[in-house]
């Protein structure tokens, strides 16, 4: 059973328009310059992301019902992206062989992707996105206001021009995931301060409720830890002090945050094993085994979790909570957007493509990539949606809504349909938003020019410093000034004086 501490709920709504009819794009003859080629022929559109992981069977209902109401055939090209560069690496060499997709994961904000998207940009490759809706008032009302939202102005290409459609990604779903049943047997409360979670995570290790020697907090790698990071210095990455932007690498702060982190590995409060985790797969298993009474990872993956740990141990209790360091909440997230869509200039029609796209963002697509095609994956009974299980087991929806969702929308997680604890994590979710309990990174989205001059070089002076701080096998204050030093060797000073030069806080 989860139980959540915080109340309330809410629905993942995005709060977008509806759009017209895509029966209406052969009746418009609305002038869209050179590239509006507008047919009534059969036509294929070829999608390529690395989030379409559903894989699609033949019959797929969803597809057949898009395929019919456009007259398309729909080809989708997945590329499983681990390391959110493979898709990229595909990508490239498939312009070279002048085989670009009608609709192509697009990035400019790390180095292989921004050079894809201004190469395409420089190349006339790519449909204008917001010339594209001006000629075309009031047809595409969805596009429009993705466009013109604020933090949509990090997808300009460096012309000033857009040439993406950005995704919706919303908060970030990350959690301190805790077992209850062991604060209630050891009559503890959940902890609220960073200084309360080592207390409490000693607690655990001391009595071993399960038996099975507990390692405390598990995570899946590093990077999870900036969330620990960010109750100590307030911001992630990038911070604010005395007028200016400088890494956080350099803050005494975060010097502090690393000691933390580092006393808790040293008395095994930590998983020591968390540097060479698969991820997403074995801090799970340790804290669905009684291996770990703390666990930080994404709510909405609560489906892997509660219902193992219940195999486990039948009467296990799990709820959320949210501790502070001494700068605020240990928590990050980012804007609402992550990673977008461009759309190939030679497309063949590119005004059906882009009512393609409208359709998936607005209120009776997005009905139909979260439920399905009704009397098909689900029926009415009063108010309530009954799924249909056998056809949406058969079509792959057991990861949540139908995948054609993610050339739009990445957040729509948090439907009744996917998962048992729906109001747990609402409530837990809408606390998060209601509160603004994160710290965000200033800088999201936007590339510099130094960043791609030094590549990954002072990204691995970090991760070395860091795993060797976090083990000992370096003293934090003795290493610290040599550590810094060498990472603006590196790059990060040019990088900040380049930040500071084009940015105001």
Known sequence: MLGAAMAGCSTNNTGENGGPSPSSSTNQNQKAGENDQETNERIKIRMMSRDLVQEYVEDDQVIAYLSDKFNIDLERIYVPSPNQTEVFEKMNMMIASKDIPDILESR????????????????????????????????????EARIDDPDAASYRA????????????????????????????????????HEELYEVLKAFVASDPDGKKNVGLTISNAWWLNHVYAGFTGTWEWAVRDGKYVSVWSLPEQKEALKFV??????????????????????????????AGVLLLGVTLSERVVPELSKFKADAKVTYFNFSGPAGPARISGNKFFEAISIN???????????????LMSPEGKDLWLNGVENVHYKMEGDTIVPNED?????????????????VDVSAYLQDNFTTNIEEIRSYMDYLKGTGIAAT???????????????????????????????????????????????????????????NSKMKP
């Open 391 to 407: 056809i949406r087991k058969h079509e792959g929806w057991d990861k949540g809504p139908h995948g054609i969702r993610s050339i």
């Open 158 to 193: 460096s012309d000033g021009q857009l040439y993406q459609i950005p995704r919706i990604f919303g908060a970030w779903d990350h959690g301190w995931y805790i077992r209850q049943d062991w604060l209630d047997e050891l009559g503890l409360q959940a902890p609220t301060t």
């Open 441 to 499: 990174n200033p800088l999201t989205g936007i590339e510099f020019d130094a960043s791609k001059q030094f590549g990954s070089k002072p990204g691995d002076i970090i991760s070395k410093y860091e795993a060797a701080f976090i083990t000992g096998k370096l003293d934090i204050d003795q290493h610290w000034d040599t550590f810094v030093k060498e990472l603006y060797a590196a790059g990060y000073k040019k990088l900040e004086d380049e930040i």
């Open 108 to 143: 400019n904000d790390t180095p292989i992707g921004k050079d894809i998207y201004e190469n395409l940009v420089k190349a006339d490759k790519l449909i204008n996105i917001e010339e594209f809706v001006e000629a075309h008032p009031g047809r595409y009302p969805n596009i």
């Open 262 to 291: 580092h006393k808790l590995y040293s008395e095994k409060l930590l998983d020591n094993e968390f540097f060479t985790h698969k991820q997403e797969r074995d801090e799970i298993a340790k804290f669905n085994t009684g291996r």
């Open 345 to 359: 200039k030679d497309t063949k029609d590119p005004q059906r493509v882009m009512d393609f796209i409208e359709y």
